[in-house]
C-alpha cells in the first residue's frame, strides 16, 4: 500500500516497523544524519518555517502535501513507488525474467557501487548549495532552494535504505562514508568530480539545477528500468521529485534572460559593459556559465566506450532512458552505435559495439533533452525582440572524462592549440571577473514579493499561491 | 465520475507550453492516460481527460493547471496543441455564440475554471492581488479515524470482472439527465472499497484512432459492508446525458454503456482509488456533506453506513448535516429515499436551480441561509465537512464556509488550515 506511515520515527511505507534489526540500523544512522544537516546542510536556516512539499503517500492525490515546516522536521523518509508482484526483467540477458526483490551474490559488488555512486551526489549538491540562502534574490527563491535541499535530503535516505536492508555491513560503512566525504574537500572528496564544483552564486546554482539535476534524471531513470525491483521502485519516486529540480533551474534561468532583455531594450543596448552597469546579467556571461556547466554535467555519464556499462545493462542492472519506449530487441548483442573520437588532430565518427557505448547513448539523450530547454530560453528572447540566441557547445568542448578528455576545442567544435585556448579561454568559459561580477549581484532579498534586480519575478506562485505569498517565514 | 458536458461545452484541460519544462511528470500520474507528447509539447486529449485532477499537485510548474470554456465540436485537438507555443485566449462570448454555445452555459463553465487560471492572467508583476483559491483548504490527508483504504489492487492492464445484480433510474422518469444506480457484485473477488473511494469501469470496444477505452472513474455510493450488507457489492451512481441544449445526441461513451447494462452482464473494473476524502470513524464525529448531482453518491455511501451503525447502536451523537443540489426536484437522484430518512439522524438541505417560477437558489446560498449551525459545526473539532460535485460550485461552497466562519468570528486563515491539516474538508470536483 502506497501510504506513508508518519507516526514512526523514520516515516516510510515498507513496513519498516516489521524489520525489527533494520529499523535499529537506520535509527542509528537518523542521528549522524541529523548532525550532517546541521553542520553542512543550509547555513543559518535552523529556525525558518519553509512552504514545503511534502508526501503523505506516493499515489498522486497525496504525494504533494503544502505546509510551513522546519527543514530539521521535514520528514525525510523511506518511500518506494507500488509494486507489482509480477514485475518482469525487460532487457538485458535476463530478459522475461522475474525482477529480483534481493540482491544476487554475483551483482552485488556492481549494485553497491551504482547506489553508492547515486547516493553520493544527493548530499553532495545540499554542501555546495548551503551558503545560497544567504544571497537569495527573493522569498520564492528561497523556498525553492530549500525545497531542493530536503529533497536531496529524503533522495540520500532512499539511498541508505538500500543499503542497509541489502548490503549488510558493507551496507552499513557504505551509509556512514556517504556522510563523512565532503564536498570539495581535498582529502575526502565527493566521488564525481560535478560534485565538487562550487556553486558560487545564484546564476551557477540554476545552470547546476537546469544541467547537473537533468543527470540525475537519466541516472534515475535508467536505474527505474533496473531489474532489481527495490532501486527501480525506489528511484521511480525520487523522479518525481527531481522535476522539481529542474523546473527551478529552467525557469531561473529564463528569468535572468527576462530581466536582461527587459534591460537591453529599456538602454536599446547590447553593449555588456552598459547592461552589467545596469545591475543586469549580460548574455555573453550567461552563455559562458552555460557552456562550463553543460562540460562539466556531460561528463557525468562517463567513459564513451565503458565495459561496466555493457555489464550494467546485460546484467539488467541499468537501463536505458525509456527502454519500455524503444523497438529494438532490448538485447543490443551485435548491434553498434557512433561515437566521436580524435585521429591526426580531427574529430571523427566512428562504429563501436553499443553495448560499450551506452554512457555514450544516454549522455547523447540527455544532450537532446538539454538542447530542447536551451530552446525555450531562445523564445524569451526572440519574444524580447533581443538577435542573440544561446546555444550548447559542442560535445567535445572542456571534456575531462573519455576519448575527448584533454582535447582542445572551441565550443563550436574546432580543434585549436594551446595557444589559441589560453587566449581564447575567457571568451568561452566563466572568468574570474565574470564570477567577481555575478558576486557583486548577489545581495539577499528576501521580502515578500520583492525581486533582486537581476532576475525577472516568476508568472506563477508555488502551489497555487499569489508570487508575493510567505514562502519563508523566519523564525 | 464523468466529465460535465452541459450543452456542448466543455472546460478543456490544457498544458501552457510556455511553463511547461517537459518533465513527463503528469504524463506519467495520469490515471487514464490521456496526456502524450511529441518533441515539442506536452498536450492533453480533451476525450479522454475526466477532469479528476491527479496531475495537478505532481506538476512543479503549474503549467497543467489551464482550462478554456470551449464548444465540445471545437475542443482543441492533439495536432494543435503540438504546435502551440502558448495557450490560446479564451474564446469571446461572440465566438462561442457562433458555434451555439449560450452565454448562460458558457458562463457556468467559466466558473467552473479554478480560480487560479484568473491569477495567471494577472501574474507577472511585482505585486500579485491574492486570489482566493478554494483548492488550497482541501486535505490530501485522511480524517484520522478514518479506516484503512486499499487503492489500485486491479490496474488497467488486469483488471478484475464484476456483474451487474441491479440497474435502476433512481430520478424520476422522462427527463433527458437520467441517473442510474448500479449495483456491481465482485463474487469472491476481494475488491474492499470505504465511502468517498472509486472505481474505474472499462468500456468494450475501441475508440476514433482504435485503441482500448481509458477507464472512466465513478464515485462508490454504497457502505463498506456491500449494497447489500454483507455481500461483495457496490453501488454507483451514474448519470447519462442524451442530448444537448440543441437536441443533438452527445453520447459520453462509459456512462452510456454504464447505464444499458442488464442484469447478469459483465463489466471490466479497476481500483478501488482515493486515500484521503474518506469519512471519519469516531462515534461523535460530525459530517457535513455538499454536493450537487452525482456528486451525492460519496454522500449515500456515507449516510447509509451511519444509518447501519445507528441501527445497531454503535453511535453516539455524531451529527448528519446534508447540502443537495440539482437543477430540479425530478433530477435529484435518491429524492424518494432521502425523504424518508428520520429529521433526527441527518438534517436535509435541498437546492433546485431550475424550478419554473421559483428563485434560482443554489447550496451556499443554502449553507448561508444555516450559518448559525454551520458556524457551530466549524467551531467543533469534531467536524468534517465533504464537497463533491461539478467544479463551478467548489468555489462558491469554500467561500460560504469561509463567510459563515467570519461572521462567527472565527479567523478563517485559522480554521481553514486546521481543517486541510486534519483531514476534515475534502474537495472533489470535476
Known amino acids: 500500500m502506497s501510504t506513508i506511515n508518519y507516526s514512526e520515527k523514520i516515516p516510510n511505507n515498507v513496513n519498516l516497523g516489521e524489520d525489527r534489526t533494520l529499523q535499529r540500523a537506520l535509527e542509528g544512522w537518523q542521528p549522524n544524519f541529523i548532525n550532517w544537516w546541521d553542520d553542512v546542510g543550509p547555513e543559518g536556516s535552523t529556525n525558518h518555517e519553509v512552504y514545503l512539499r511534502t508526501a503523505v503517500s506516493v499515489d498522486p492525490q497525496g504525494w504533494a502535501q503544502f505546509g510551513h515546516v522546519k527543514m530539521r522536521d521535514y520528514r525525510w523518509g523511506i518511500f518506494l513507488n507500488p509494486g507489482d508482484a509480477n514485475r518482469e526483467i525487460h532487457f538485458g540477458d535476463h530478459k522475461g525474467e522475474k525482477a529480483w526483490q534481493d540482491v544476487p551474490g554475483e551483482h552485488r559488488a556492481n549494485l553497491r557501487r551504482i547506489i553508492v555512486t547515486q547516493g553520493d551526489t544527493e548530499p553532495a549538491s545540499v554542501e555546495q548549495q548551503r551558503h545560497l540562502g544567504l544571497t537569495a534574490p527573493s522569498m520564492y527563491d528561497l523556498r525553492n532552494l530549500f525545497q531542493i535541499n530536503v529533497e536531496e535530503g529524503r533522495h540520500l535516505w532512499a539511498m541508505v535504505y538500500l543499503l542497509h536492508k541489502h548490503f549488510g555491513r558493507d551496507g552499513r560503512e557504505e551509509a556512514e562514508a556517504l556522510l563523512q566525504r565532503t564536498s570539495g574537500d581535498a582529502n575526502n572528496p565527493r566521488i564525481l568530480g560535478a560534485f565538487n564544483e562550487k556553486t558560487p552564486d545564484w546564476l551557477a546554482f540554476f545552470m547546476f539545477t537546469y544541467f547537473t539535476d537533468r543527470d540525475g534524471k537519466f541516472q534515475l531513470a535508467a536505474l527505474a528500468e533496473s531489474a532489481f525491483d527495490p532501486l527501480a521502485r525506489t528511484t521511480k519516486f525520487m523522479l518525481t521529485e527531481e522535476a522539481h529540480h529542474m523546473f527551478v533551474g529552467e525557469s531561473g534561468v529564463s528569468r535572468v534572460l527576462a530581466r536582461t532583455a527587459q534591460v537591453m531594450n529599456e538602454l536599446k543596448t547590447d553593449d555588456p559593459l552598459k547592461v552589467r552597469a545596469a545591475g543586469a546579467i549580460d548574455l555573453g556571461t550567461i552563455q559562458r556559465y552555460l557552456n562550463f556547466h553543460y562540460s562539466v554535467t556531460i561528463d557525468l555519464f562517463g567513459a564513451d566506450q565503458s565495459s561496466n556499462a555493457a555489464i550494467f545493462y546485460s546484467s539488467g542492472l541499468k537501463g536505458r532512458y525509456e527502454e519500455g519506449k524503444r523497438g529494438d530487441d532490448h538485447v543490443l548483442k551485435g548491434q553498434t552505435y557512433k561515437v566521436l573520437e580524435v585521429k591526426d588532430g580531427q574529430l571523427v565518427e566512428k562504429d563501436v559495439p553499443m553495448l560499450n557505448a551506452l554512457n555514450e547513448v544516454l549522455r547523447d539523450d540527455f544532450i537532446k533533452d538539454s538542447v530542447a530547454g536551451v530552446g525555450r530560453w531562445n523564445k524569451v528572447l526572440e519574444k524580447a525582440g533581443i538577435p542573440t540566441r544561446l546555444t550548447v557547445p559542442h560535445k567535445a568542448f572542456n571534456r575531462q572524462i573519455g576519448a575527448l578528455a584533454g582535447i582542445k576545442m572551441s565550443p563550436e567544435g574546432r580543434v585549436v592549440n594551446e595557444v589559441e585556448w589560453a587566449a581564447k579561454r575567457d571568451e568561452w568559459l566563466p572568468s574570474a571577473e565574470d564570477f567577481a561580477f555575478v558576486a557583486s549581484l548577489m545581495g539577499r532579498v528576501v521580502e515578500p514579493g520583492k525581486f533582486a534586480g537581476w532576475i525577472s519575478p516568476p508568472v506563477m506562485g508555488i502551489n497555487r499561491q499569489p508570487v508575493d505569498f510567505e514562502y519563508v517565514r523566519f523564525g | 465520475m464523468d466529465m460535465a458536458v452541459e450543452a456542448g461545452v466543455i472546460k478543456q484541460h490544457l498544458i501552457d507550453p510556455e511553463i511547461c519544462i517537459r518533465c513527463n511528470t503528469c504524463e506519467a500520474t495520469c490515471p487514464v492516460n490521456a496526456i502524450t507528447h511529441d518533441d515539442n509539447n506536452y498536450v492533453v486529449r480533451a476525450d479522454i481527460c475526466n477532469g479528476c485532477m491527479a496531475c495537478i499537485s505532481p506538476c512543479p510548474t503549474g503549467s497543467i493547471d489551464n482550462w478554456r470554456t470551449m464548444p465540445l465540436v471545437r475542443a482543441y485537438s492533439i495536432e494543435e496543441q503540438f504546435t502551440w507555443e502558448s495557450l490560446p485566449a479564451e474564446l469571446s462570448t461572440e465566438e462561442l455564440e457562433a458555434a451555439g454555445v449560450s452565454a448562460e452555459a458558457a458562463g457556468d463553465a467559466a466558473a467552473a475554471v479554478p480560480a487560479q487560471t484568473q491569477a495567471q492572467a494577472q501574474a507577472a508583476v511585482e ?304
Open chain 2, 127 to 430: 505585486s500579485v492581488e491574492p486570489v482566493f483559491n478554494s483548492a488550497q483548504y482541501g486535505a490530501t490527508v485522511p480524517p484520522w479515524s478514518a479506516a484503512h483504504a486499499y487503492t489500485n489492487l486491479f490496474a488497467p492492464k488486469a483488471p478484475t470482472t464484476a456483474t451487474v445484480v441491479g440497474n435502476f433510474n433512481c430520478t424520476e422518469a422522462g427527463f433527458d439527465s437520467e441517473t442510474h444506480h448500479i449495483v456491481l457484485d465482485f463474487g469472491v473477488v476481494p475488491f474492499p472499497v470505504l465511502e468517498g473511494q472509486s472505481i474505474g469501469i472499462i468500456a468494450p470496444g475501441v475508440d476514433a484512432i482504435g485503441k482500448r477505452h481509458h477507464a472512466r472513474q465513478y464515485s462508490v455510493a454504497s457502505p463498506r459492508n456491500g449494497e447489500r450488507p454483507g455481500y461483495n457489492n457496490v453501488s454507483l451512481t451514474v448519470k447519462r446525458v442524451t442530448e444537448d441544449h440543441q437536441g443533438d445526441p452527445v453520447r459520453g461513451v462509459c456512462s452510456n454503456y454504464v447505464c444499458d447494462l442488464k442484469v447478469g452482464d459483465t463489466v471490466q473494473v479497476v481500483g478501488p482509488f482515493g486515500t484521503s476524502f474518506l469519512m471519519p470513524n469516531h462515534p461523535r464525529s460530525h459530517i457535513v456533506m455538499i454536493c450537487t448531482g452525482t456528486g451525492s453518491a460519496p454522500m449515500r455511501a456515507m449516510t447509509e453506513w451511519r444509518r447501519r451503525l445507528r441501527k445497531s447502536g454503535k453511535f453516539e451523537g455524531g451529527k448528519l448535516m446534508l447540502f443537495f443540489g440539482a437543477r430540479t426536484q425530478q433530477e435529484l437522484p435518491y429524492f424518494g429515499p432521502l425523504q424518508s430518512l428520520p429529521k433526527d439522524f441527518i438534517d436535509i438541505n435541498l437546492a433546485f436551480s431550475r424550478t419554473p417560477g421559483q428563485p434560482k437558489r443554489y447550496v451556499q446560498d443554502l449553507m448561508r441561509e444555516r450559518a448559525a449551525d454551520l458556524a457551530a459545526l466549524l467551531k467543533d473539532g469534531a467536524s468534517h465537512f465533504y464537497v463533491c460535485g461539478l467544479k463551478s460550485m467548489e468555489e462558491g461552497v469554500v467561500l460560504a464556509l469561509r463567510d459563515v466562519a467570519t461572521e462567527a468570528g472565527l479567523d478563517w486563515d485559522t480554521v481553514g488550515a486546521a481543517l486541510k491539516r486534519e483531514g476534515r474538508l475534502h474537495l472533489e470536483t470535476y
